[in-house]
């Protein structure tokens, strides 16, 4: 499977805990991002990374959150001191992109991490 | 504010007749815009997209219409077929970043 992979699938944490995903893209692709779905809602950007340089992050993104992409290759995100707030779909996307803008540049999910916080 | 309105929260539609989703947006500088369906407990898959220099894409039972100067698109799926029925989200690309900007999505309901 050349897909983008998530782990783990689902979390559930305590409040106050720290949790950490990962997200392996397709394996050309220079780009990856993380998105977050809460129910009825359609994904929200979180940051966005090309090669190993985290390039965008949204002002959804509080301090507690942290993202990764130490090698150019495979991300982490991390939340630390979780909330009942944070429950919902982490999803990560993964694209190949030129320099400036690439105009087809289409982004591919992964199958998300559900998050609880209890 | 919720720059990529789909107003439809769902549709329910007979096999083999169209459907049409539908999808309106307000950042005239959105310069590339996807579908992508869902289904449970799965990530978004990527269905048909069009560049705002286009307005019609087709690949198969879909096509993707786009009118710059209403701000709207839709989706066109025929024949519609029972494996069609998941949530349909239109997502939109600014022209100076890379994120997508996504609507709440529609639930497409194919009956047989």
């Known amino acids: 499977d050349t897909g983008v992979s998530q782990n783990p699938r689902h979390k559930i944490t305590k409040r106050g805990q720290n949790v950490t995903f990962r997200c392996d893209p397709i394996s050309e692709h220079n780009r990856l991002y993380w998105y977050r779905q809460t129910l009825g809602q359609g994904p929200e950007f979180l940051t966005y990374?090309?090669?190993?340089?985290?390039?965008?992050k949204s002002r959804l993104l509080s301090d507690r959150f942290s993202a990764e992409r130490p090698k150019g290759s495979f991300s982490t995100l991390e939340i630390q001191r979780t909330e009942q707030g944070d429950s919902a779909m982490y999803l990560c996307a993964s694209s190949l992109g030129g320099q400036g803008i690439s105009f087809s540049e289409t982004q591919y999910f992964g199958p998300g991490t559900r998050l609880l916080v209890l | 504010d919720q720059q990529v309105k789909q107003n439809s929260p769902s549709l329910s539609v007979q096999e083999g007749r169209i459907s049409i989703l539908n999808c309106d947006y307000t950042?005239?500088?959105?310069?590339?815009f996807l579908w992508y369906k869902k289904y449970p407990a799965e990530g978004p898959t990527f269905l048909i997209s069009i560049s705002s220099i286009k307005d019609k894409n087709e690949d198969g039972r879909f096509t993707v219409f786009l009118n710059k100067s209403a701000k709207h698109l839709s989706l066109h799926i025929v024949p519609s077929q029972p494996g069609d029925s998941a949530v349909y989200f239109c997502?939109?690309?600014?022209?100076?970043?890379?994120?997508?900007?996504f609507g709440a999505g529609t639930i497409l309901r194919v009956k047989s």
């Open positions: 997502a939109a690309r600014g022209e100076y970043g890379n994120k997508l900007v």
């Open positions: 950042n005239s500088m959105f310069d590339y």
């Open positions: 990374f090309q090669n190993e340089a985290q390039l965008e």
